[in-house]
């Protein structure tokens, strides 16, 4: 059974960058057809699409936060990481890590997620 | 991008149906199959209920179906139980490599 697991990154101060790894257990993100996406839902509200990295290593953003996210593949770990810049109060929300399946079109393994707050 | 538009809340009976839209443009919605919908407990991550429009992953019950027409997608839930209460999103495929998801919609099971 697939699992996602995100890190603890907590409190982050206004301007900082916001670091979060998932680690992937029970299937290798090395395996072709999938994508490994970030999402999040800020407090109360809906959920945005931040982006995701083939196994190939591709990336692709949210339009709206292209210029200030950054997703990697460690292979070695078997997990993946994001990285948001210049993070403001808009940007505490819990953040997911999930796997998006070519063949569904739809993301089928989801992290229990991680409330990231920014604040100072 | 804008996000897809579900209406805020719906809600009904146990045993009845209700139908939850989500309305894209023809830029998501209604050029491509890749629409998805999630359902989300409180506190909980959420869970893929349908895939390409109308699929249903292995282990959801069929009370979950899922249909399109135009530049709009529908979640219909029939023979609501409790267990339906939830917050429910749809999400399509946009082009580009980009991904948009709904506003959401609470279910409300009277």
Not at chain 1, 37 to 66: A, C, D, F, V
Not at chain 2, 11 to 22: D, E, L
Not at chain 2, 57 to 64: H, I, T
Request: with cysteine; net charge neutral; charged share 15%.
């Amino acid at each position: 059974q697939l699992q996602l697991q995100e890190s603890d990154s907590g409190l982050v101060k206004p301007s900082q960058t916001l670091s979060l790894t998932c680690a992937v257990s029970g299937g290798s993100i090395s395996s072709g057809g999938y994508s490994w996406s970030w999402i999040r839902q800020p407090p109360g509200k809906g959920l945005e699409w931040i982006g995701y990295i083939y196994h190939s290593g591709g990336t692709y953003y949210n339009p709206s936060l292209k210029s200030r996210v950054t997703i990697s593949l460690d292979r070695s770990k078997n997990q993946f990481s994001l990285k948001l810049s210049s993070v403001t109060a808009a940007d505490t929300a819990v953040y997911y890590c999930a796997r998006l399946s070519v063949a569904l079109g739809g993301h089928d393994y989801w992290g229990q997620g991680t409330l990231v707050t920014v604040s100072s | 991008q804008s996000a897809l538009t579900q209406p805020p809340s719906a809600s009904g009976s146990p045993g009845q149906s209700v139908t939850i839209s989500c309305t894209g443009t023809s830029s998501d919605v209604g050029t491509y199959n890749y629409v998805s919908w999630y359902q989300q407990h409180p506190g909980k991550a959420p869970k893929l209920m349908i895939y390409e429009v109308s699929k249903r992953p292995s282990g959801v019950p069929d009370r979950f179906s899922g249909s399109k027409s135009g530049n709009t997608a529908s979640l219909t839930v029939s023979g609501l139980q409790a267990e339906d209460e939830a917050d429910y999103y749809c999400s399509s495929y946009a082009g580009s490599d980009n991904v948009i998801f709904g506003g959401g919609t609470k279910l409300t099971v009277l």
